[in-house]
Structures are given as C-alpha cells and as structure tokens.
C-alpha cells in the first residue's frame, strides 16, 4: 500500500478505537463463538478457504479479512433467525455452513461488473466437487447473487435459502460501518490509485451516501443491529474527515497528488 495511505489507515484505525463496539458484537457473543467454531473448523469450509485464497482480493479490500467478517456475522444472524424455523440443530448449522460458504466466496469477482452475478457462477463450478445437494449449492449461489447493495433482490426458492442470502446481505452491510473507514476505503483507494486530495474532496459525499444503507436490511437482526453500524460508521467518517481535512494542509502537495486520479466514491458499493 502506498505509504500516505498506509499512514492515514492507520491514524483512521486510532481514531475509530476511541468509539464503542457496535451493540450486535456484545450481545450475541455466543451465536458469534459458535459461528466463529464452525468458521475455522468445518472442513467444507477449510477446504473452500484453502481453494479460493489465491482469488482474495486482499489488495482490494475485500480479501479474507472481509469474507471472514461477513462470514461469522453472518453465521451468527444464521444462527439467531434460524432459531425460529429449524428444530433439529444439525440443519441449523448446515445453514450456517452454507451461509460462510457465501461468506467466503461472494466478493471473489469484486473487480468485476455485476461481481455478485459473477461470484455466484464462480460458487456453482468450484461447489459442484463439494458434499453438497444440488439445492445446497443453489442456496450458496442465489444468496452471492443477491448480495449487492441498491438492486431488487430475487426471492429464493427455499426457506433457508432465503435465510441465507438476508444474512449474507446484512453481514455485508454490517461492512459499511466503521470498517469502512478503517479498511475498506484504504485499500479500495489505493487499488485504484486515486489522488488524495481527490478522495478527501469526496468524503462528505461518501459520508452521507452510507446512510441510505440503513433501509435496506433484510433480516430482522439485520434491520435491529444494521444501523447502528451505519450510523456509528457515519461518526467515525465525520472524525476522520476532520483530520484528514487539517493533514491536506500539511501534507506536500507533490505527496498529496502523486497516486494518480479515479472516480471511486469513500464508500464501497458492494
Ligand atoms: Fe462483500
Ligand atoms: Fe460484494
């Protein structure tokens, strides 16, 4: 990463810890443990991990530090919802597995137009050598199609597809609160070598364009605890702001402008 942006990361990173931690991760700590156990334990999604790590996009921002996220949130908001429809735990947790199969695999064409559609025939031809039904791969297909921001979601065939594809939504979602502005926009910025002082010139923009997130949870988790991140994101984005602000003044103006132009926005349209 170029080393202003690396700086800025990480003076963004001090910043963010200075706020609390979103209301979802205190209270759902066991939902989350056992989603993090399946996470790292399951050999369906050890065997997917290892298959895919040479296709994260780490230097994107949306590599394996982010398909993890999604992938235990998700698992969680699995877990929590699922309480409601599976009475048998080992479906619950299949659905868990599927779900951080998507996790994992959603942003795996992130590069691409149409990334979801993309990821989700990535999911189909790398799933069909896994232990899994022709409608457990469908599931883990419709939900990566499903995941992006701003468009009209597809209903999904089944009830735990479905309750896939909402959880993989609002994990994602989650994302655009503080991660946003401690990691994704770094790296998203720095891919695309886009001028600092341009970036800086359209956080507020980007600031506010992350609030129109907030309606658009899909869970009942998801329209619960998703604002929270948003809206604890937006605060974070407003601090940094400033301090970026008094940093331009300081920073060579050689330096400030030596990575080049682009016209991505501070928020990542997932
Ligand atoms: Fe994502
Ligand atoms: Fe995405």
Redesign the pocket.
């Known amino acids: 990463m170029n080393e202003i942006y690396s700086r800025l990361m990480n003076e963004s990173r001090r910043i963010a810890s200075r706020y609390e931690v979103p209301e979802f991760y205190r209270r759902f700590k066991p939902a989350l443990a056992i989603s993090r156990r399946i996470f790292y334990h399951n050999p369906l999604l050890i065997h997917c991990r290892a298959l895919i790590s040479p296709d994260f996009m780490d230097d994107f921002g949306?590599g394996i530090q982010?398909a993890t996220k999604?992938s235990v949130d998700g698992g969680a908001i699995v877990l929590l919802e699922g309480e409601k429809y599976f009475t048998v735990q080992a479906e619950l947790e299949r659905a868990v597995v599927l779900l951080q199969l998507a996790g994992l695999l959603?942003?795996c064409r992130r590069t691409e137009d149409k990334h979801a559609f993309a990821g989700a025939q990535v999911a189909r031809k790398l799933l069909r050598d896994f232990p899994l039904t022709p409608v457990e791969v469908t599931c883990v297909a419709e939900a990566i199609a499903n995941?992006e921001a701003f468009s009209e979601p597809q209903s999904c065939g089944t009830l735990t597809g479905q309750l896939v594809a909402d959880a993989l939504y609002d994990a994602?979602k989650f994302?655009w609160g503080p991660d946003n502005f401690t990691h994704t926009v770094w790296y998203m910025s720095n891919y695309r070598q886009m001028d600092v002082t341009e970036l800086v010139s359209r956080f507020p923009w980007g600031v506010n364009g992350i609030l129109r997130i907030k309606d658009t949870f899909r869970t009942n988790i998801g329209r619960q605890y998703g604002p929270e991140f948003i809206d604890l994101g937006v605060r974070i984005g407003k601090t940094i702001y400033q301090y970026l602000q008094r940093q331009l003044d300081t920073l060579p103006i050689a330096e400030a402008s030596n990575v080049g132009e682009s016209g991505e926005n501070v928020h990542s349209n997932?």
Do not use: T
């Open positions: 949306h982010h999604v959603h942003d995941h994602d994302r997932e």
